[in-house]
């Protein structure tokens, strides 16, 4: 059988053993360090000092000292050089009598030893007596085994704080990161997910971590497909090795967006995947903007082409040489030109401006208006384009004057007006009043019998190139950029305006406006 110390010695060494595999509070490991050395080697007080950054000895853990007088027993640390191995300095018990002189603490004997790693100097590990023999050369063989585990531990402990400043580093270039970020499992279990997917998704990091991430985003085509069931690159990855799946997520308030996700996976040794990283970006904008494209390409392909067609027909068919064509049939067909010209003026005008609105380039040349003349003025000429439709014009008494841009206002008011008479195909009344506002405003509204607008198109009328999906509006030619034109232009003069639509029963269209001033 070991003798009795040794039998104390490995217990307390599996005991420090056993703490160091359970924690990593440094602090507490050296002073059980410091406390199961001093009680083994029957002495009264112990002191760890650790090498910082700058080569400096700090003092970090004591047993049996005042904590206000370990400060004065640095003569003892100090004698120690970076690269001195294990000798302490020759003064050593001088500097000792010094120092306990210096802090009223008598201690008459100590042994030191340096705490290494391989050669790298980690700190000294101090043992005091106050009475006794001095220490022995058996003595520092025990302490060595206990500045091992102490060096040990401290390693450990500066590795965890290492490892877990670099957690935290990338933990916070994820969270901030611009794009979404997810990790998941090789189970597309989700393991992290960052704050910029939930303001994507709406969806918390804790209703979605430990959950697959099918069930969360589950991704779909515009036909209802989910993509995540039937095509994700994770289950069956593509022959160009591309990890990459998009389609729309729709989020819990109705909103759908469309998601791209790259993966990135993570392998061991073997090349099996530990985990995947996930990209996620929102391309709902720019998807939708390659919509405008296309519907811009179909727009200018069918709405320009039309007019231009029917000109080069009649200038052709008028032109012709062998046919004497008597001055009525002259006049119509040039009417018919002319209306065709002024048709193709006004598409190629709305498609400017709706391009000259994205670059933010409209202007307003303001001056003091009358709203109800401006809009006497456009019925009077709307009247005469119309014999199914009667107007009603009603304003408030002393109905205020507004600062504005008339070109731009009577666009908008004719606008308005030419899209009651064209939805309205059975003709009908359009009342068209002006009323007084909240907060020095007015109101104007456009109210037809018409053919309605669904409640899911009514905040979408006024997108560029939107038109309601019903057959009146496919017979209607329109570039969907007139209510477009309408909002920017209202916007642009602090305005607002909205629709009011049931369908069958018809559609008020209100403007707002801030009021103006004669003075």
Same mark, same amino acid.
């Given at each position: 059988m070991l003798p009795d110390f040794r039998l104390r010695q490995r217990e307390y060494l599996l005991e420090i053993s056993r703490a160091m595999s359970a924690r990593l509070d440094l602090s507490s490991l050296l002073e059980l360090t410091l406390k199961s050395a001093v009680e083994l080697m029957a @002495?009264? *007080?112990?002191?760890?000092?650790? =090498? +910082?950054?700058?080569?400096?000895?700090?003092?970090? /853990?004591?047993?049996?000292?005042?904590?206000?007088?370990?400060?004065?027993?640095?003569?003892?640390?100090?004698?120690?050089?970076?690269?001195?191995?294990?000798?302490?300095?020759?003064?050593?018990?001088?500097?000792?009598?010094?120092?306990?002189?210096?802090?009223?603490?008598?201690?008459?004997?100590?042994?030191?030893?340096?705490?290494?790693?391989?050669?790298?100097?980690?700190?000294?590990?101090?043992?005091?007596?106050?009475? @006794?023999? *001095?220490?022995?050369?058996?003595? =520092? +063989?025990?302490?060595?085994?206990?500045?091992?585990? /102490?060096?040990?531990?401290?390693?450990?402990?500066?590795l965890y704080q290492q490892v877990s400043a670099e957690r935290e580093r990338l933990n916070a270039i994820i969270e901030n990161s611009g794009d979404g970020v997810m990790i998941l499992n090789p189970y597309r279990i989700i393991q992290t997910w960052n704050n910029a997917l939930t303001n994507m998704t709406g969806i918390t990091a804790e209703n979605a971590i430990g959950r697959p991430c099918y069930e969360i985003l589950n991704l779909q085509t515009k036909q209802g497909v989910s993509v995540c069931h039937t095509a994700c690159p994770l289950i069956n990855p593509p022959g160009d090795g591309r990890l990459y799946a998009e389609g729309q997520h729709h989020r819990a308030d109705g909103i759908a967006i469309t998601l791209a996700d790259n993966y990135s996976p993570q392998v061991n040794d073997a090349g099996q995947a530990t985990q995947f990283v996930a990209n996620v970006r929102d391309m709902t904008r720019l998807r939708e903007a390659e919509e405008l494209k296309q519907t811009l390409l179909s727009?200018?392909?069918?709405?320009?082409?039309?007019?231009?067609?029917?000109?080069?027909?009649?200038?052709?068919?008028?032109?012709?040489?062998?046919?004497?064509?008597?001055?009525?049939?002259?006049?119509?067909?040039?009417?018919?030109?002319?209306?065709?010209?002024?048709?193709?003026?006004r598409l190629i005008t709305n498609l400017l401006e709706a391009s000259r609105l994205q670059a933010g380039g409209l202007k307003l040349k303001l001056s003091l208006l009358s709203l109800e003349d401006m809009v006497r003025a456009s019925v009077e000429k709307l009247q005469a384009t119309t014999t199914k439709h009667r107007f009603l014009v009603s304003f408030a008494p002393n109905f205020p004057p507004i600062q504005g841009d008339h070109e731009r206002l009577r666009e908008v008011i004719t606008n308005l007006l030419g899209n009651a008479i064209k939805y309205s195909p059975d003709g009908g009344t359009i009342t068209v009043t002006g009323q007084l506002g909240p907060h020095n405003t007015v109101r104007l509204s456009v109210q037809d019998e018409g053919i309605g607008i669904p409640p899911s198109d009514q905040e979408k009328i006024f997108d560029r190139f939107h038109r309601v999906?019903?057959?009146?509006?496919?017979?209607?030619?329109?570039?969907?950029?007139?209510?477009?034109?309408?909002?920017?232009?209202?916007?642009?003069?602090?305005?607002?305006?909205?629709?009011?639509?049931?369908?069958?029963?018809?559609?008020?269209?209100?403007?707002?406006?801030?009021a103006g001033t004669s003075n």
């Open positions: @002495g009264q *007080a112990g002191l760890i000092t650790l =090498r +910082q950054d700058d080569g400096k000895m700090t003092p970090w /853990a004591s047993i049996g000292l005042p904590v206000q007088a370990v400060p004065l027993f640095e003569p003892l640390w100090q004698g120690f050089e970076q690269d001195s191995g294990d000798a302490a300095p020759a003064d050593i018990s001088l500097r000792l009598a010094l120092a306990s002189r210096a802090a009223g603490v008598q201690m008459r004997q100590v042994v030191a030893l340096p705490m290494e790693i391989g050669k790298e100097s980690i700190g000294l590990i101090f043992i005091f007596r106050t009475r @006794g023999a *001095a220490f022995s050369p058996n003595d =520092r +063989q025990v302490l060595s085994a206990f500045a091992d585990q /102490a060096a040990v531990a401290v390693h450990n402990a500066r727009v200018i392909s069918h709405e320009l082409k039309t007019p231009v067609s029917i000109i080069k027909g009649y200038a052709g068919t008028l032109a012709r040489e062998d046919a004497n064509w008597d001055k009525e049939t002259l006049a119509d067909g040039l009417q018919v030109i002319e209306e065709e010209a002024d048709r193709l003026d999906d019903n057959r009146l509006a496919r017979q209607q030619p329109g570039t969907g950029l007139g209510l477009f034109l309408v909002k920017a232009v209202v916007e642009a003069h602090n305005g607002k305006v909205w629709v009011e639509s049931s369908p069958g029963k018809g559609s008020t269209f209100w403007v707002e406006l801030p």
